[in-house]
């Protein structure tokens, strides 16, 4: 497992990433923060579930994402069997941090040292676009579902909470 969180600008690892995948739209920025589902919500003007949040998770000591619309929740025992592991659990902010560079409340789906196993809320797939978070919590970039899955290298899947 790589560690790199030495990385001076997260913004540009996730825009070099986005351009060697074919992306073709831009990173944005504002002054307003999406820390929250609810400020990216306000900052980018969609409705909260096309907000996309990106959880780095830990399975079996190897980081993976939870990728989800922004409303749902995360159910880490559909992903422990899925993904046929003994424990699954929450990455804390220190491990994100030194892993890929990346503060909580700017965690993209892209632009991590390794490629990480990519798992897709079935949810996403409602929506036309998605509003991803780009490294920090002032910076995000739109796109299709479809496009997020592609570059991504994720798999569509029921991994939300039941209400």
């Not at 804390?92 to 990519?118: H, M, N």
């Amino acid at each position: 497992m790589k560690f790199l969180s030495s990385d001076p600008d997260p913004i540009e690892k996730v825009r070099i990433f986005l351009e060697k995948n074919g992306y073709q739209g831009d990173i944005l920025t504002t002054t307003d923060t999406i820390f929250t589902v609810e400020d990216a919500s306000r900052a980018v003007g969609a409705p909260p579930e096309h907000i996309l949040k990106s959880l780095v998770l830990i399975a079996d000591d190897e980081p993976i994402l939870a990728l989800l619309s922004g409303t749902n929740r995360v159910n880490i025992k559909k992903i422990r069997r899925f993904l046929d592991v003994r424990k699954v659990k929450m990455a804390d902010p220190d491990f994100v941090f030194q892993f890929s560079g990346f503060k909580v409340g700017g965690v993209p789906p892209v632009g991590y040292p390794e490629k990480l196993k990519a798992l897709l809320d079935e949810d996403l797939f409602l929506y036309e676009t998605v509003w991803a978070a780009a490294g920090t919590d002032h910076a995000f970039f739109p796109l299709s579902p479809q496009e997020l899955e592609r570059i991504t290298g994720g798999e569509q899947l029921d991994i939300k909470k039941d209400l």
